[in-house]
């Protein structure tokens, strides 16, 4: 099933590489600079014309809103109150996934950044 | 054709990304030590190699990432105030960016680094943090495993007995994105899978809560699935469901919980278990040991206000040199051979910036691969195209007003040029055609070739099709260069039917124009049996002309100086008139066609007294020449060539405009079209006598 | 080198949204022929005085040249002849009006401006088809202000007509 995943990280390297691993499993990539950026686009409406994205895939660490504001403020939009939302990061103190778990995200990837490790997890939260 | 690898695209935008980020951390640093920076320059400076250790770990750059990490644990003491933002510690903080700056071009290059350098700015950022070691130890350890599944030994040579597990979602796990669909596809993946679903506890529609959980599932693995894949696949759930996992043979289920949720960092027990870090990932290219020129972004805008500049300049310059030498010194002043260095200089400028707009034409050629397998695939006809000269550089606008005509003439080649496949057998040629598609620099200039090995023009069928459309009479004796360059004629097309792929209405004389527009030539040689070669001659930059300026009709005008053979004053011997509106001018025993050019334009009406006049030799198509008188000449000299702009079409005759050193817009001429729209200039157009 | 190029996945950053429809209009309002004529203020770029420009030939005897508008060339009308009220010799104190429509920037050249109106909208009437007024066809619409009547240019079909493309 190919699906609509909104990639959420100021690093275009990994932007690039999230891109390219989800494109290569078929899926359709819409990228976004940081948080803000984000949900700019979700209130725009998707290039694609869905209502949602299919998945969040997001980094903590970014200008402007980071990602768990993003996750809580996500998790306050009816339209993606359940999407489900991984994200990915360096920061992996469990500190850290207890407040992104706390904000509402649905899993996790520690870089660095692996492409068997993504699909992986993005099929345990979005099949 | 295989596209690069996209890993090897990735890499370099990672080292491009680099570069901004270790221009952003030193920024950042300089502006806290000024004491002008805030909570936001922390945290930007923290980012910055945070990012850095993100990519460099997906490369698999282990050093980087190493120092990286701890260089950014001291910045996170730093952000979360743990340490001071004092003048030893972004002293520190600027060493170690500098080292991370030669780390990462290391990197890059695949050298060698100083490892003592790391070493001790490491050993310092030790120092610095103290006693805050352990936090950034605990940092690294990354560890969710917590499911731990006592197997019975005595199985071990046996296949494992299948598991059983019990999966009882919580509230949370809904709320947070995870569904039990997804968990359960995700296990059955690994093998066949028998899942029950328990609905005992769904109540009454009336009385149903959609935001409560009453499902809970049972499942019995696939043999082979072991206590870690369940791990893996229950990994984001672990605290928001009960799970209980048992080894399908074991008559009494012996539970192994899964623990209830994630401890806090203080609560995990000493030698909890640690997996090992993931290996890198195997499509990580390694490093290799290649050099690559750096490289920096510009805006288009920012190189093209550069390009005007230093085309004001040119301007500058020859203004400049032209007062000095009607100051009278001589030659051989040190002010003259001053002005001399300084015109060289400002060419070697102007050939540097012209560089940095300059692109290869190899994206353009593989966009034309396209056109010719479409092309192929609509005639039915086997085609090959072959390309050399992929790397020649050409300025990005001229390259990117390239595509339209190339398209067509490809089309052409395909379309016209190449024979029908039972044709070629005939005529002892492989069934599949080849177009040649060819680029190089000759003589500060872009020469693109388009060649088919088709059955050549028909010049015969050119001629007849001429007279027919009332372009050539039919006792004109026209040479074969003349009978080629009747293809570029506005509606001239030898195929009856219109085409498909060329059709449209659209000639070569379109595409001659589009040519022209660039300061290009395009001229054909074709061989009957043999094929047709078209080619493209483009100056390798817009922005300025060499040009001789002159007066006409009281108007300040420019004729591009490679048009300009030769210069001579008109006498009243000179000049015979062939039909009252045709004249000729002799210039050294040959008669050439005259023009003149303030009637041309409509400056003037005509003037049968041209004596004292100045003649411009003119270079026009296929060799040809002709004689355009025009009042005065003035100078010559480089001019930036400025567009007329799109308030109003093309005027015939008219290439471009400049702009004077008096502030005037002098229009530039294009000697070819000015010919061919001039009254009493029609065609035969080629030299009246030898 | 490398060329800035913009990600391809960003979506475009949402412009901010037009502002509510103006009841009023303003006009800048300037003689030709003893009647007054007046183009939208919001098109117009600057006023600039008069200098020569140089002529382009072949054009319509409308399209006076070209002149040097601060490094570009810039296509100078003359109104009163585009609109059929006879060629105007120029003067000193003439002006250039610069204006901005559909993408092409083009100077007018006038007499002196007059004046800047305010005409709310709904005092702007259509033009009467006047078929044996050649100017007629170059109107948007007409407007009373005060005892005078102003004659609004559509600037579209004021602008010269672009002869086609060449590819």
């Known amino acids: 099933m190919t699906l609509s995943v909104l990639a959420v990280d100021d690093s275009r390297t990994i932007r690039d590489m999230v891109r390219l691993t989800l494109d290569g499993a078929g899926h359709r990539t819409i990228v976004a600079e940081d948080g803000e950026h984000a949900l700019r686009i979700l209130d725009d409406g998707l290039p694609d014309g869905r209502p949602r994205p299919d998945l969040v895939i997001t980094d903590i660490n970014m200008p402007r809103l980071d990602g768990i504001g993003l996750i809580r403020a996500l998790r306050q939009r009816p339209e993606t109150r359940l999407v489900p939302i991984l994200v990915l990061s360096t920061e992996s103190t469990q500190t850290l996934k207890a407040q992104a778990r706390d904000a509402g995200a649905t899993g996790w990837i520690v870089k660095p950044f692996d492409p068997d490790r993504l699909l992986q997890a993005l099929d345990r939260v979005a099949g | 054709m295989a596209g690069p690898d996209p890993m090897d695209a990735i890499r370099k935008t990672f080292f491009l990304e680099c570069e901004d980020l270790l221009e952003a951390l030193l920024e950042g640093l300089d502006a806290l030590s000024a004491g002008t920076g805030d909570t936001d320059t922390v945290h930007s400076v923290f980012r910055a190699v945070h990012s850095i250790k993100g990519g460099a770990g997906a490369f698999g750059l282990d050093r980087l990432v190493t120092f990286a990490h701890r260089f950014e644990s001291g910045l996170d003491a730093l952000r979360t105030g743990r340490i001071e933002a004092d003048a030893g510690a972004l002293q520190l903080f600027l060493r170690a960016a500098d080292l991370l700056g030669d780390l990462v071009r290391a990197s890059r290059d695949g050298l060698p680094t100083d490892a003592g350098a790391e070493d001790s700015v490491l050993a310092d950022l030790d120092g610095l943090l103290g006693t805050l070691q352990e936090e950034r130890e605990e940092d690294l350890d990354f560890a969710p495993a917590l499911l731990a599944i006592p197997l019975d030994d005595d199985d071990a040579d046996d296949a494992p007995a299948p598991l059983r597990l019990s999966f009882r979602p919580h509230e949370e796990l809904y709320l947070s994105g995870n569904d039990p669909r997804h968990i359960l596809a995700a296990l059955s993946r690994l093998g066949p899978t028998e899942v029950t679903c328990h609905t005992e506890a769904l109540p009454d529609l009336a009385a149903l809560n959609p935001e409560s959980s009453y499902l809970h599932w049972t499942v019995r693995c696939a043999p082979g699935v072991t206590a870690a894949d369940i791990e893996g696949a229950f990994e984001f759930v672990a605290g928001l469901c009960d799970l209980e996992v048992t080894a399908d043979a074991d008559p009494v289920p012996a539970a192994v919980s899964v623990p209830a949720d994630l401890p806090p960092p203080d609560k995990i027990p000493p030698g909890a278990s640690t997996p090992a870090p993931p290996p890198a990932p195997s499509s990580a290219p390694a490093p290799v040991a290649t050099t690559q020129t750096p490289t920096v972004r510009v805006d288009l805008d920012r190189v093209d206000r550069l390009v005007n500049l230093v085309g004001e300049l040119v301007i500058n310059q020859a203004m400049l040199s032209q007062s000095v030498r009607q100051g009278g010194l001589p030659p051989n002043s040190p002010v003259m051979a001053g002005l001399d260095e300084f015109l060289q200089l400002t060419r070697d400028i102007q050939d540097s910036v012209m560089m940095i707009r300059a692109q290869p034409i190899k994206p353009l050629f593989q966009r034309l691969g396209r056109i010719v397998r479409e092309a192929a695939s609509r005639t039915g006809k086997a085609v090959r195209l072959e390309t050399s000269g992929e790397g020649t550089e050409i300025d990005k606008t001229v390259l990117d007003k390239l595509t339209d005509p190339l398209t067509h003439m490809i089309r052409n080649a395909v379309d016209h040029g190449l024979e029908s496949a039972e044709v070629r057998r005939a005529a002892g040629k492989p069934d599949e055609g080849t177009v040649h598609l060819a680029a190089h620099h000759r003589s500060g200039r872009v020469i693109i070739d388009v060649s088919d090995d088709g059955g050549g023009l028909d010049r015969a069928r050119i001629r007849a099709r001429a007279i027919e459309r009332g372009l050539l009479s039919e006792d004109a004796d026209s040479t074969p260069s003349d009978l080629d360059a009747l293809l570029f004629q506005p509606g001239f097309s030898t195929v009856d039917t219109v085409s498909d792929l060329s059709g449209r209405g659209v000639g070569m004389d379109v595409v001659k124009r589009a040519i022209q527009t660039l300061g290009g030539r395009i001229a054909i040689t074709t061989e009957p049996g043999k094929g047709t070669t078209f080619s493209i001659s483009l100056p390798l930059t817009l922005a300025i002309l060499d040009g001789m300026v002159f007066e006409a009709g009281g108007e300040t005008m420019v004729m591009p100086l490679g048009a300009v053979l030769e210069t001579q004053t008109v006498t009243g011997a000179d000049l015979d008139a062939l039909t009252p509106e045709s004249r000729v001018l002799r210039v050294r025993g040959r008669m050439l066609p005259l023009l003149d050019l303030g009637e041309v334009l409509a400056h003037h009406p005509r003037r049968d007294d041209l004596a004292g006049c100045v003649a411009l030799i003119v270079q026009a198509e296929g060799g040809s020449r002709y004689a355009l008188t025009v009042d005065r000449i003035a100078d010559q000299r480089q001019v930036v060539i400025k567009g007329l702009g799109d308030s109003y079409g093309p005027i015939p005759g008219i290439a471009a405009a400049t702009i004077l050193g008096d502030g005037q817009v002098a229009l530039i001429l294009d000697p070819i079209e000015l010919r061919e729209h001039a009254p009493g200039a029609r065609r035969p157009l080629a030299e009246t006598m030898p | ?167």
């Open chain 3, 1 to 167: 080198m490398t060329q800035a190029v913009p990600d391809p996945g960003l979506a475009p950053v949402p412009e901010a949204p037009p502002p509510p429809e103006d009841r009023q209009i303003e006009l800048l309002a300037f003689h030709l022929g003893g009647q007054e004529y007046s183009v939208d203020i919001m098109s117009v770029r600057e006023i600039r005085g008069w200098s020569k420009p140089t002529p382009l030939p072949h054009a319509p005897g409308y399209l006076r040249g070209v002149i040097n508008l601060r490094g570009t060339v810039l296509p100078i009308m003359d109104l009163s002849e585009r609109l059929g009220l006879g060629r105007r010799e120029a003067s000193g104190r003439d002006v250039i009006i610069v204006i901005e429509a559909e993408g092409r920037t083009i100077g007018l050249l006038v007499s002196a401006v007059s004046d800047i109106l305010t005409v709310p909208t709904d005092a702007l009437d259509a033009p009467p088809d006047l078929t044996g007024e050649d100017g007629a066809r170059f109107l948007s619409a007409i407007a009373l202000h005060g005892d005078c009547l102003t004659r609004v240019l559509d600037l579209s079909a004021v602008l010269p007509p672009v002869k086609s493309a060449l590819i």
